[in-house]
């Protein structure tokens, strides 16, 4: 009796083939249950809301709001008609301000104030305030800008100044040109 050879060749031709298909018809179904992908991040839009209240906050300022839209991080953001900004000088209420519209950089604490601004010095005797279209508040030098034209209003007198700038730090005020007469003391 006569044993059959296998036809090895034959059997590895089939076997490389079938192989061959198994790992095309694999790549061709690859990714078939795979999951969505997530919704793109989109910013969060707040109303009638602080970020805990009606008022976003950080260490140098708070403002209350109508509206706000953050961006998806939380990292910038517009704010629309603030009523009750505070800007803080070590740690206590130093100015108040209203805005029609402000711009954030939560990161760095920066803020722009758009629109109709106006600017008080909380507890002062003589009730300064300004009254301009833009302001600038970057915090890591500790500076308000108000650098297009501002009036400032003191017991009843108004004095248009092109530009101001505060640097909270030293104290000191740069005041660009003036215009108007303004009693600076009185007898």
């Known amino acids: 009796m006569k ?6 060749k034959r059997i590895g031709i089939v076997a490389a083939v079938a192989l061959g298909i198994y790992v095309v018809v694999g790549i061709v179904l690859a990714g078939r249950d795979a999951p969505p992908l997530p919704p793109a991040q989109s910013g969060i839009s707040l109303a009638g809301g602080h970020v805990r209240g009606n008022r976003i906050s950080s260490k140098s300022w708070s403002f209350d709001y109508k509206t706000a ?18 800007v803080y000088k070590h740690g206590k209420p ?9 711009t954030l950089d939560t990161m760095a604490m920066n803020f722009t104030a758009i629109g109709k601004v106006h600017v008080e010095l909380i507890g002062d ?21 108000m650098d297009h034209p501002s009036y400032l209003h003191s017991g009843g007198q108004t004095l248009k100044i092109d ?10 005020v740069h005041i660009n040109k003036l ?9």
């Open 3 to 8: 044993l059959k050879r296998w036809p090895w």
């Open 69 to 86: 839209q953050l961006s998806a991080d939380g990292t910038s953001g517009t704010i629309e008609g603030v009523k009750d900004g505070i």
């Open 94 to 102: 130093h100015l108040r301000i209203s805005a029609e519209q402000i």
């Open 125 to 145: 005797p003589e009730h300064r305030s300004f009254d301009t279209d833009l302001v600038t508040w970057t915090n890591g030098a500790k500076m308000l800008r």
């Open 163 to 172: 530009g101001v700038t505060i640097n909270f730090d030293t104290n000191q």
């Open 179 to 187: 215009s108007g007469a303004f009693v600076l003391a009185s007898p």
